[in-house]
């Protein structure tokens, strides 16, 4: 029965964005709907387990199919009349096309034996994210009740949003044993979007070249076996900003539709992390430039209408139980001694995991400047990712006594920087039009379609 | 630009410029598909020669892939001790790293409630608070920390059986009407004990 719960889940995902499905890829829709759809679900569970609606399978397929049956009807007025047909045309691929696709699919099943054999083992799965679930799945319900029972631990219980509790939760009722598998699916969809939001600026092959270039990269691949929420909050986040930076480009509704469901559902995922404010002040400058004012105020209501969700249910249930926030700060002040060490931390732990996409990123950079010149509203969208790790670290730093420990979280956080970096590359890739030619007659065509754009 | 020509090839800038990120991106490519080769390696070997767990039971799962030494504990400590019993746990810090977690240790352990005790003294009043058992633990590390050291709890415990899980000190298996006494403890103490609440 889990099963076809979650294929419901899918559904959901296809038909939250399939209002606008011209404007993507058939297979990145697909691949949307993979991860889209459970993350909405969990919010619609987390909706009917507010209005104590029991988490019976009944009333977990059900509010799934009304949620389905809601989006056909919005997807139905204004539709578009002559909306585009799918035609799906199977390419042709080269022999090192064809390679690079295989072992991206040995990935995603390595990672999906990984996640399906393996029930949840790691330390912070079991002592919250796992248990959450089982509670959940215990109780059919929020378990307000259980998780304030005991008062030294309810803080901990409701120090991040329940998403993947939940989905952990209803995988157990509907009769799963283990669900991992939906971790999987986030690094399919975290992997797979990267080759189709950087396939315009660049050729196939090299397109799924830097597609497999992500997907090897150890910080991505493992964290995808272990069912920490970091990589669902990075897919999330990444793309929310990517589909933003396509929509300034290509102006197309759907990207932009999608990339303002994101960033709320991100932080559905981890609310903690502050980088949501970047697109939120980048997105309105944007607006503002383009004369879009109406959009502000549709995505701030978007946003926030989603965001706030958990800040408000977990402020009722500390008020309610009389709990205090985890570690409470130790009060803000100007330490001018923390600067260099927070700074330091910046770079060790949030850039350091990824100084290898820095530094091709660098050379690429380099090579032509031009470009960058051209993307500078990009750039200093990235930097300010930068610059706030920084402040949050100080402000950590001054804050905290014990700051210098989350390094490895630090870490973890910053995954998001991985897809975000090879859209940059992609998009100031050097021109390789004066190459083509010289290298098809002397190199061969294997490397003229290397550097060929098609 | 042009920089210079060999044979009929015109070399510019630009060329080595796409050479140098080439050579950059493959490199570094390589470098980590080096690095992940053994985990994946070692993901597939360990499910080539355990096959049988791949259709086994969580619990079965679960032993392998937690220490198994800890798993028995806390199946121990299940199995001698109610669903609904209170029950007080190290301080949490080296050596305990895992039964001193309450969060941790809750996991396996649920829906049993458990309160962690101090260092020196027990740190709660076991009749007022319903404590009807405390585990009793060597600690399941080398490591110490927070001026921590190994045997807990510290204090004697009016008990009416204590559960040890194997040998300790010179006892085994379950011993009624004797109280707990701290200084009869050894690195292999690991048990539990049921408090006499009239005697405290």
């Given at each position: 029965?889990?099963f076809?719960?979650?294929?419901?889940?899918?559904?959901?995902?296809?038909?939250?964005?399939?209002?606008?499905?011209?404007?993507?890829?058939?297979?990145?829709?697909?691949?949307?709907?993979?991860f889209?759809?459970?993350?909405?679900?969990?919010?619609?569970?987390?909706g009917?387990?507010?209005?104590?609606?029991?988490?019976?399978?009944?009333?977990?397929?059900?509010?799934?199919?009304?949620?389905?049956?809601?989006?056909?009807?919005?997807?139905?007025?204004?539709?578009?009349?002559?909306?585009?047909?799918?035609?799906?045309?199977v390419?042709?691929?080269?022999?090192?096309?064809?390679?690079?696709?295989?072992?991206?699919?040995?990935?995603?099943f390595?990672?999906?034996?990984?996640?399906?054999?393996?029930?949840?083992?790691?330390?912070?799965v079991?002592?919250?994210?796992?248990?959450r679930?089982?509670?959940?799945?215990?109780?059919?319900?929020?378990?307000?009740?259980?998780?304030?029972?005991?008062?030294?631990?309810?803080?901990?219980?409701?120090?991040?949003?329940?998403?993947?509790?939940?989905?952990?939760?209803?995988?157990?009722?509907?009769?799963?044993?283990?669900?991992?598998?939906?971790?999987?699916?986030?690094?399919?969809?975290?992997?797979?979007?990267?080759?189709?939001?950087?396939?315009?600026?660049?050729?196939?092959?090299?397109?799924?070249?830097?597609?497999?270039?992500?997907?090897?990269?150890?910080?991505?691949?493992?964290?995808?076996?272990?069912?920490?929420?970091?990589?669902?909050?990075?897919?999330?986040?990444?793309?929310?900003?990517?589909?933003f930076?396509k929509?300034?480009?290509?102006?197309?509704?759907?990207?932009?539709?999608?990339?303002?469901?994101?960033?709320?559902l991100?932080?559905?995922?981890?609310?903690?992390?502050?980088?949501?404010?970047?697109?939120?002040?980048?997105?309105?400058?944007?607006?503002?430039?383009?004369?879009?004012?109406?959009?502000?105020?549709?995505?701030?209501?978007?946003?926030?209408?989603?965001?706030?969700?958990?800040?408000?249910?977990?402020?009722?249930?500390?008020?309610?139980s009389?709990?205090?926030?985890i570690?409470?700060?130790?009060?803000?002040?100007?330490?001018?001694?923390?600067?260099?060490?927070?700074?330091l931390?910046?770079?060790?732990?949030?850039?350091?995991?990824?100084?290898?996409?820095?530094?091709?990123?660098?050379?690429?950079?380099?090579?032509?400047?031009?470009?960058?010149?051209?993307?500078?509203?990009?750039?200093?969208?990235?930097?300010s990712?930068?610059?706030?790790?920084f402040?949050?670290?100080y402000?950590?730093?001054?804050?905290?006594?014990?700051?210098?420990?989350?390094?490895?979280?630090?870490?973890?956080?910053?995954?998001?920087?991985?897809?975000?970096?090879?859209?940059?590359?992609?998009?100031?890739?050097?021109?390789?039009?004066?190459e083509?030619?010289?290298?098809?007659?002397?190199?061969?065509?294997?490397?003229?379609?290397?550097?060929?754009?098609? | 630009?042009?920089?210079?020509?060999?044979?009929?090839?015109?070399?510019?800038?630009?060329?080595?410029?796409?050479?140098?990120?080439?050579?950059?991106?493959?490199?570094?490519?390589?470098?980590?598909?080096?690095?992940?080769?053994?985990?994946?390696?070692?993901?597939?070997?360990?499910?080539?020669?355990?096959?049988?767990?791949?259709?086994?039971?969580?619990e079965?799962?679960?032993?392998?892939?937690?220490r198994?030494?800890?798993?028995?504990?806390?199946?121990?400590?299940?199995?001698?001790?109610e669903?609904?019993?209170?029950?007080?746990?190290?301080?949490?810090?080296?050596?305990?790293?895992?039964?001193?977690?309450?969060?941790?240790?809750?996991?396996?352990?649920?829906?049993?409630?458990?309160?962690?005790?101090?260092?020196?003294?027990?740190?709660?009043?076991?009749?007022?608070t319903g404590?009807?058992?405390?585990?009793?633990?060597?600690?399941?590390?080398?490591?110490?920390?927070?001026?921590?050291?190994?045997?807990?709890?510290?204090?004697?415990?009016?008990?009416?059986?204590?559960?040890?899980?194997?040998?300790?000190?010179?006892?085994s298996?379950?011993?009624?009407?004797?109280?707990?006494?701290?200084?009869?403890?050894?690195?292999?103490?690991?048990?539990?004990?049921?408090?006499?609440?009239?005697?405290?």
């Open positions: 029965m889990w076809l719960l979650f294929l419901l889940m899918i559904l959901l995902g296809y038909l939250t964005i399939a209002r606008w499905h011209n404007d993507f890829h058939p297979i990145e829709h697909i691949i949307i709907s993979v889209l759809g459970p993350i909405v679900a969990s919010l619609v569970f987390f009917i387990g507010l209005l104590n609606i029991p988490f019976s399978p009944r009333n977990l397929f059900v509010s799934l199919t009304v949620s389905c049956l809601l989006f056909v009807f919005f997807n139905m007025i204004k539709r578009t009349p002559n909306s585009k047909q799918i035609k799906i045309k390419p042709s691929f080269t022999f090192f096309e064809l390679g690079m696709i295989i072992a991206l699919a040995l990935l995603f390595w990672v999906l034996l990984q996640d399906v054999v393996w029930p949840p083992f790691s330390w912070d079991l002592a919250l994210y796992d248990f679930g089982r509670v959940i799945a215990d109780y059919h319900s929020l378990a307000q009740g259980f998780f304030t029972s005991q008062s030294n631990l309810t803080a901990y219980n409701y120090v991040y949003p329940f998403s993947t509790s939940i989905l952990h939760g209803v995988i157990y009722i509907t009769g799963g044993a283990n669900p991992k598998f939906f971790y999987a699916f986030f690094y399919l969809g975290f992997v797979g979007l990267l080759y189709f939001c950087i396939r315009r600026y660049l050729s196939r092959l090299l397109s799924l070249f830097l597609t497999l270039f992500m997907a090897v990269t150890p910080d991505i691949i493992f964290p995808s076996t272990i069912a920490y929420p970091n990589i669902a909050y990075a897919l999330l986040f990444s793309y929310s900003t990517i589909y930076w929509y300034m480009r290509y102006r197309k509704n759907g990207f932009l539709a999608l990339s303002i469901l994101l960033l709320p991100s932080t559905w995922i981890r609310n903690s992390e502050p980088f949501w404010v970047i697109n939120i002040i980048f997105m309105t400058i944007y607006f503002i430039k383009n004369r879009q004012i109406l959009m502000i105020f549709a995505m701030l209501l978007i946003f926030f209408g989603i965001r706030e969700i958990w800040p408000i249910y977990q402020g009722h249930i500390f008020a309610t009389g709990q205090i926030k570690d409470p700060p130790q009060g803000f002040h100007i330490d001018l001694t923390k600067i260099p060490e927070s700074f931390f910046t770079i060790k732990y949030f850039t350091g995991s990824w100084w290898q996409y820095f530094l091709i990123l660098f050379f690429a950079a380099i090579s032509s400047w031009k470009k960058v010149l051209r993307s500078s509203f990009l750039i200093f969208w990235f930097i990712y930068l610059g706030i790790s402040l949050g670290t402000f950590f730093a001054v804050s905290f006594s014990w700051w210098n420990q989350i390094g490895g979280s630090a870490e973890r956080v910053s995954v998001f920087f991985a897809p975000l970096l090879l859209y940059l590359l992609a998009v100031i890739f050097p021109d390789t039009k004066n083509r030619f010289h290298l098809k007659i002397k190199l061969g065509n294997r490397i003229y379609n290397l550097i060929n754009k098609q | 630009m042009k920089i210079y020509f060999l044979g009929n090839i015109k070399v510019t800038k630009n060329t080595y410029r796409l050479i140098v990120i080439f050579a950059l991106v493959f490199s570094i490519f390589v470098f980590n598909l080096v690095k992940i080769k053994s985990g994946i390696r070692s993901g597939l070997r360990i499910l080539k020669s355990q096959r049988s767990l791949v259709f086994a039971d969580y079965t799962k679960m032993r392998f892939k937690s198994p030494d800890m798993w028995e504990f806390y199946q121990f400590i299940k199995s001698h001790s669903d609904n019993a209170k029950i007080l746990i190290p301080p949490q810090g080296y050596p305990w790293s895992m039964t001193g977690n309450a969060a941790y240790s809750r996991y396996f352990l649920y829906p049993r409630h458990l309160i962690n005790g101090k260092l020196d003294d027990l740190g709660v009043n076991l009749k007022e404590v009807k058992y405390v585990l009793l633990s060597w600690g399941e590390d080398v490591g110490l920390e927070y001026n921590f050291t190994h045997g807990w709890p510290k204090v004697p415990v009016p008990a009416k059986k204590i559960y040890y899980l194997g040998d300790c000190y010179n006892y298996g379950t011993i009624v009407n004797k109280d707990f006494n701290p200084n009869e403890m050894d690195q292999h103490c690991r048990g539990l004990i049921e408090v006499d609440w009239e005697r405290l």
